[in-house]
C-alpha cells in the first residue's frame, strides 16, 4: 500500500498511533482553519484533539490526481460532534508531496471552505 492510501485507511481506522510512520523527515502539514506548519508529532496531536470532538469522522477519498513528486486527492471530510450532535461535510483538496527517496510523505496541505 502507498504511503497516501495509508494515510486515508489510518486516518478513517483511528490508528493515529501509526500515523508518524508515513511521514518523511521534515513533514509539515497545514490547512485552511490551521495554515501555520506543524511538524508531524504536531499534525498527529491536531488529528487526536478532532478525534475526540468527532469520535466518527472520515475521509471518503473521491479521486486521487498523480503528479511527479505527489498527488492531489479530492475527498470528504464528515463527522459528528459529541457535544452537539451536528454533523459537518468539508469537500477538501488535498496537496500531497512524496519525498522520492523514501517514499514518504514529505508535505500536505489541505483546503476547504470553512464551516459556517
Known sequence: MDAVA????RFNAK???QMAGLFGSGYTYAETL???PQDAAG???HMQRIL???PNRQM????RVPGANGEMVEAVWSGTRTDSGTTMTLDCLIAVDIDPKSGR???????YEPPV
Not at 495509508?6 to 485507511?9: H, L, V
Open 105 to 111: 510523505i514529505s508535505r500536505m496541505r489541505i483546503h
Open 60 to 63: 471518503q477519498v473521491r479521486r
Open 6 to 9: 495509508a494515510y486515508f485507511e
Open 52 to 54: 475526540e470532538s468527532y
Open 43 to 45: 499534525h498527529v496531536a
Open 15 to 17: 490508528k493515529l498511533d
Open 34 to 36: 490551521f495554515p501555520e
